[in-house]
């Protein structure tokens, strides 16, 4: 726990490897007070009450009734990332604490995450840099699976910051892009990021080579690619989430992967996080699973610190907070 004197209190749930890095701890202590949820726990009654901010990591602290209610003078929860699906806004409202994210900041850095799990999925990359460090290897192979990327058809389900950013990069590559959003983008933003709208999500489904997942977690898209929406697939098509594991049937999914109905998946996210090591879809051998980090650079992480940061600073001040969630 920091000493600073005459710095409000903010809790953190840990620093380093399970918490918020250290390469962005630097931007919190110039401002705060920092107390970690081990020392909070360990004396509550010293800690509890001088506590006017949280910040939230990896979804860390969780915000649950029983930790809000050893924190009675809360004013903001500043949470990193786009996604608030682990926060209860409702709630929190009633309390009275004012609630933050991170979006924008993330969205260059998760599109680059998108592209590079569709190249890695089309290309059999990973397949092909196992196979070059195993020293049985004595032939190089002419084919692994791979399929063309440029030129091919991209459908994008949800098109906000995030899925526009993965567009302007599969434009690159010449690629045609569909979308389905919950709200038609205007005229000029479609030709300038050469989409094309479709009404319905089994339109998009049916005519894509890869389908990009670019949606928040809400109750309307839990578990939106399910057995329907992946039989609505090419069989030499590839889905690609980014945005939350839920959003994803993953017991449909292992079906489809291991009865042909879709050529590969590529996942950033699932649930849980990790999946249990016995979990069926870590068996399948056409899926590609990184460990949740579109946003994991070094540089986004400390723009998303001090994101955070501002947001805080603001709520302690009664100013507008830039990136406020409401219900």
């Keep these: 726990m920091a000493t600073?004197?005459?710095?409000?209190?903010?809790?953190?749930?840990?620093?380093?490897?399970?918490g918020i890095l250290e390469q962005s701890m630097d931007i919190l202590r110039q401002h705060f007070r920092i107390v970690r949820l081990q020392d909070l726990l360990a004396d509550p009654a010293a800690h509890g009450p001088k506590i006017q901010v949280l910040f939230i990591w990896l979804q860390l602290p969780k915000a649950t009734p029983e930790l809000l209610t050893l924190l009675p003078a809360l004013k903001v929860i500043a949470s990193g990332g786009a996604g608030y699906d682990h926060l209860d806004l409702p709630y929190l409202t009633r309390l009275g604490v004012r609630?933050?994210?991170?979006?924008?900041?993330?969205?260059?850095?998760?599109?680059?995450?998108?592209?590079?799990?569709?190249?890695?999925?089309?290309?059999?990359?990973?397949?092909?840099?196992?196979?070059?460090?195993?020293p049985k290897t004595t032939v190089l192979p002419q084919w692994l699976?791979?399929?063309?990327?440029?030129?091919?058809?991209?459908?994008?389900?949800g098109m906000g910051n995030i899925g526009s950013k993965i567009a302007k990069r599969a434009k690159g590559f010449d690629m045609k892009i569909l979308y389905y959003n919950r709200n038609r983008r205007s005229v000029e933003e479609e030709e300038a990021l050469g989409a094309i709208y479709c009404g319905n999500k089994a339109d998009l489904l049916g005519?894509?080579?890869?389908?990009?997942?670019?949606?928040?977690?809400t109750p309307e898209t839990t578990g939106l690619i399910g057995a329907t929406e992946l039989a609505l697939m090419k069989p030499t098509a590839t889905l690609i989430n980014i945005s939350r594991g839920p959003v994803v049937d993953q017991d449909a999914l292992v079906k489809a992967l291991q009865g042909g109905t879709i050529r590969a998946a590529a996942l950033d996210v699932t649930y849980p996080?990790?999946?249990?090591?016995?979990h069926p879809l870590l068996a399948v051998p056409n899926v590609l699973i990184t460990p949740h980090f579109g946003t994991s650079t070094i540089t986004t992480m400390r723009k998303m610190t001090q994101k955070m940061v501002n947001n805080a600073l603001a709520a302690m001040k009664g100013e507008s907070m830039p990136d406020e969630l409401k219900c």
């Design 145 to 157: 699976g791979s399929v063309e990327v440029s030129g091919s058809t991209l459908g994008i389900i």
């Design 273 to 278: 996080e990790p999946l249990p090591r016995d």
């Design 207 to 217: 005519r894509s080579d890869f389908v990009t997942l670019a949606v928040c977690l």
């Design 4 to 18: 600073d004197g005459g710095k409000p209190w903010a809790l953190i749930s840990d620093a380093g490897e399970r």
């Design 99 to 134: 609630v933050a994210n991170t979006p924008g900041v993330v969205s260059e850095c998760t599109a680059d995450m998108a592209m590079g799990l569709l190249l890695a999925s089309a290309r059999n990359i990973v397949e092909g840099h196992q196979m070059m460090m195993d």
